[in-house]
């Protein structure tokens, strides 16, 4: 997740700012300014909704530490995971069709 770059294009100015803004402890911001951590679905949902792109959200380094905590992940969470996403969500459907919609594109290509 591209934090740095995030926090930079919207002018937000520490870690403190964007935890007050996402609502959490600044801890929690710096789980993710450090990649300790990826993002949490709710978290994810936030941070679209204060104007993170998905460029931004899902780089490289992102998509590769999921992949490693959705592997060490007992099947059993990963369907409650699944389960817990709100499909009817109005920025998970814009996610969602943006996904789609790069897909196609470059299936196309």
Known sequence: MDIVGFTRRVGIHS???LAEKLGVTPQ???R???KKKPPSYEM???LIQIGI???ELFDKETEQAYEAHRASAPDDMK???IKSIDFNDPVIQQVLGRILSEK???GLK
Request: glycine share 4%; charged share 30%; net charge negative.
């Open 15 to 17: 870690q403190t700012e």
């Open 28 to 30: 929690n911001v710096t």
């Open 32 to 34: 993710y300014y450090g």
């Open 44 to 46: 994810c949902r936030k």
């Open 53 to 55: 792109t998905l460029e």
């Open 79 to 81: 369907d409650e995971l």
């Open 104 to 106: 196609l594109v470059i």
